[in-house]
């Protein structure tokens, strides 16, 4: 009668459930291919297999138990489904995305080939006729950026530079890190432009292994603070590694226009980096400002943080001689 | 359950077995004998394992304890004392030179978990949360270190106590970095540890960097 016919609309329901297919249980990447269908007929089997034995169980209980029984079974095991589809759609989830094996080739170096690249990034290739290699591996600029960040850091305690809005920690790698990424990515869309053969990886580590002359050159600098000293190092090695840079990627391109434009705009890129790295944040920066503002004051009234009397004196006689030839 | 109500075995088969719980496995009267403890017997426990792996910390040999049971408390009391020495007691914001207590514990937690990824892809055979674990517990000698200096930095802060911290720091920070380096270079390929050794190098390099230069205002 109509019990019977409600409880088969009841029946229908459940296992009818898992024949309308759950937008929000398929997978990101799954498309209509052969393999995720059979992969959903056999989900749908294994639902329709649990929703089974929960019919059945529920039917016992019911009997046992009556009406209160019966929800308190539903309501558990709906639970129960709940947190299984939810566990799965996580650990899917979780292991598409963390997977750092997708990094891993690129780590996969020996020290004697980092120190053979580190050298190499100071040579700059005579033979610009047939492409050079470059190899793509993210160990060594990673490392090099990170040391560049430590010794931005130092650089600007010694310096006292008063970061206003963030902090001292922030900006050197918000600064390095941004540099890296972001000229990288640029100079890639230009390759792209101008037809150059590189790829995104190559690129990141052509760049980070040019952050090695940059490196030395700030180390030391932000020790020794003669002015002349800077600009020597700045031409010299900065230089070389620019023509490093540009040596092997004016051999991946074909055509005189786009060899300028790339070229170029790295090399200017690079240079500009390394000049604005001294001058942001080395001290010799507030003693011109200070000589200039206050034309009556001596050259340095602040003290400095502890740093030893030794280095204080070069400080004193370095602001006193670009005061002069100001 | 109506039909397990007639198991019945037939007459001629012998019946033969052991009726023995296996000895290692946990009983479920463990598990609720240690919520019915008193609290201090919970915490005394857990503060002697921190307090074992620090001695293992400060004589590093190549034993495994902290690498089998790891446990994050260490650490986080460690990072957290370090970032409150380590604040700039100036509350003047116009001077704002000190790291603050966020940054310091950034640092180290981003750090420790830049090292610790490194060291996975490299091929490292430990685990993410012991490697976090040890790099953790190998930042008490630092700690120590910030101490020495604040004590120092009572007494004056002329060239001589520049000097004494120096020392001090570039100790501890070689006794750091030798520490963890004990713990986590065996879990390497064989050439490849200085991969390995340089990023942690690095990191211990920053954060006494941090406590060498501090000044209290």
Known sequence: GTAADWGGFEDNMQGGGSAVIDMENMDDTSGSSFEDMGEMHQRMKEEEEEEGEAGAAEEEDGEFLGMKGLRGQLGRQVADQMWQVGKRQASRAFSLYANIDILRPYFDVEPVQVRTRLLESMIPVKMINFPQKIAGELYGPLMLVFTLVAILLHGMKTSDTIIREGTLMGTAIGTCFGYWLGVSSFIYFLAYLCNAQITMVQMLSLLGYGLFGHCITLFVTYNIHFHSLFYIFWLGVGGLSTLRMVAVLVSRTVGHTQRLILCGTLAALHMLFLLYLHFAYHKVVEGILDTLERPNMPPFQRVARDIPVVSNAVMNTTAKAVALTL | ?217
Not at chain 2, 128 to 152: D, I, K
Not at chain 2, 168 to 179: C, D, E, Q, R
Not at chain 2, 194 to 207: G, R, S, T
Request: aromatic share 12%; charged share 15%.
């Open chain 2, 1 to 217: 359950f109506a039909d397990l109500a007639d198991v019945s075995i037939a007459e001629d088969i012998p019946v033969e077995g052991e009726i023995t719980v296996p000895v290692g496995s946990r009983s479920p009267d463990d598990d609720y004998s240690t919520l019915d403890e008193p609290v201090r017997d919970t915490i005394m426990r857990d503060l002697k394992a921190v307090g074992k792996k620090f001695v293992h910390v400060m004589y590093p040999k190549k034993s495994s304890a902290l690498l089998r049971d790891w446990d994050l408390w260490g650490p986080l009391v460690l990072c957290v004392s370090l970032a409150l020495m380590l604040q700039g007691g100036s509350a003047d914001s116009k001077d704002d030179g000190g790291p603050q207590f966020a940054e310091v514990f950034v640092i180290i937690w981003f750090g420790a978990v830049v090292i610790t990824l490194n060291s996975k892809l490299l091929g490292g055979t430990i685990s993410f949360f012991q490697s976090l674990c040890v790099l953790g517990y190998c930042v008490l000698p630092l700690t120590v270190a910030m101490l020495v200096c604040r004590l120092v930095l009572l007494a004056g802060s002329g060239t001589v106590s520049f000097i004494i911290r120096l020392i001090v720091v570039v100790a501890m920070f070689g006794w750091s970095t030798l520490a963890s380096t004990a713990f986590l270079a065996d879990s390497q390929p064989p050439n490849r540890k200085a991969l390995v050794v340089y990023p942690i190098f690095l990191f211990y390099f920053v954060i006494s960097w941090m406590i060498l230069t501090f000044t209290p205002q």
